[in-house]
Nanobody
Framework: VQLQAYGGGLVQAGDSLRLSCAASGRTFSAYAVGWFRQAPGKGREFVARVSRSARTYYADSVKGRFTISRDRAKNTVYLQMNSLKPEDTAVYYC???????????????????WGQGTQVTVSS
């Protein structure tokens, strides 16, 4: 499966942004999908995940502000980001995990396919 992440941009603190992750090659329904991010000088960190059964999980740092969802008809997963903060500035990646269960898998190594990343910059 090929993934393409898009929707990033430059926003001000408190603004909202919606990222999209579009899949091609195989239906997204066969995968759990996660969003990760990497800030300058830091490692990649887990942000959110939606399982094959649409169960969602979030990092504590984004809980209550970000929402992950999937549109099976459009083969797309979204990350709605509200109340953005400067510390949310990072390159955001989407990734696909073929695991069929509902366990919250948050490690990079558990995801087999990755998109190219989209830059989100939040100014103060």
């Amino acid at each position: 499966v090929q993934l393409q992440a898009y929707g990033g941009g430059l926003v001000q603190a408190g603004d909202s942004l919606r990222l999209s992750c579009a899949a091609s090659g195989r239906t997204f329904s066969a995968y759990a999908v996660g969003w990760f991010r990497q800030a300058p000088g830091k490692g990649r960190e887990f942000v959110a995940r939606v399982s094959r059964s649409a169960r969602t999980y979030y990092a504590d740092s984004v809980k209550g502000r970000f929402t992950i969802s999937r549109d099976r008809a459009k083969n797309t997963v979204y990350l709605q980001m509200n109340s953005l903060k400067p510390e949310d500035t990072a390159v955001y990646y989407c990734a696909a995990d073929p695991y069929y269960g509902s366990v919250a898998r948050t490690a990079e190594r558990e995801y087999d396919y990755w998109g190219q990343g989209t830059q989100v910059t939040v100014s103060s």
